[in-house]
């Protein structure tokens, strides 16, 4: 919702406390934390692979389609059941919208022309279109004097990132503001989910599970008009496809949902600000991107400008309402975790 991990503003907490999960994991959070990260900052690296065998919709559709089957799976073994209700099926389908088939249709798009690396550092924006939304729309947002200070820096490192002084040289516009605008659109995204979806008596994973689907049906119904079947399937971008979809959009997903639930939201969103990190390392390793010191310079810049927009004046964060659905992965929102 990844995807992928995941930037944005919170996603509806609750005052509720967070609940410990009744079973004990096998694998301690830290674990769990670190192979989360892995898998949302290799997901721009799917990404990327993906659109040498297939078309950005056709990237987008199989991410969403496995996704779907792995949250799919995960619902009837925990014996829950997808949402009910029109109203609450109407706020879905926007939601998939704005947080899967979008934002995950830009950034397959924006990587057609631009490194995986440059993508995964858009993508760490999230959080200050995040805060500039909720100025707007949520009044119980107020803007304190370091988070409009952790705004301006923020967008001091995109701006280096990009090379402003250059006249941004060298840099393809076209597929750069894709990616902007799907950082944007998970920001608008968990606006909207915040302010339409809380309180429905609904868990994470049911909504979770009936957002991705619908984002799968929108896309089934759009892929069609724009693309036509490749000639022939590639082994690399097809199981690259399938690694975006089951582990960026699915497992993921249920590794953060146990991960938020064990040690909070606040722990759980620092996941955020280890994407961009692995994404770069990713692409230069294995797709041999080159970077120039811009690109690192200005992300710790912007990774350091969104880590002070999250900050709250109050000492302790209100854990999310099991009500809400959690962030997407590959492109995480910050506040409970961002992905792509």
Known sequence: MSNAAASAPSPGPSPSPVRRPLRAHLLDWRVRFGVLAL???????????????FAPFQVTFGRLLFGTAVLAVAL???RDRLPRGARTWGHLTVAAFLLNALPFSLFAYAE??????LAGICNATTPLWGMVLSLVALSEDRPTRVRAAGLGIGFI???TVLGAWQGFSGLDVTGTALALLASFSYAVGWIYVRRTLSGTGASHLSLATGQVGLATLQLALVTPLFTTLPESFELLPLLSVIALGALGTGYAMLLQYGVVAEVGPT???MVTYFIPVIATAAGVAFLGEQLA???PVGAVVVLLGAALTQTRTSARTPAPSRTTPAPQ??????????RT
Do not use: D, M, Q, Y
């Not at 721009?44 to 993906?50: A, C, E, R």
């Open 39 to 53: 898998i949302w900052g290799f997901s721009f690296l799917f990404i990327k692979v993906g659109t040498e065998g």
């Open 76 to 78: 009837v073994a925990k």
């Open 112 to 117: 057609l022309t631009i490194p995986s690396t």
């Open 157 to 159: 490192g995109v701006l």
């Open 267 to 269: 722990t759980a969103s």
């Open 293 to 295: 010191w811009n690109t």
């Open 329 to 338: 992965p590959s492109e995480a929102p910050a506040g409970t975790a961002a």
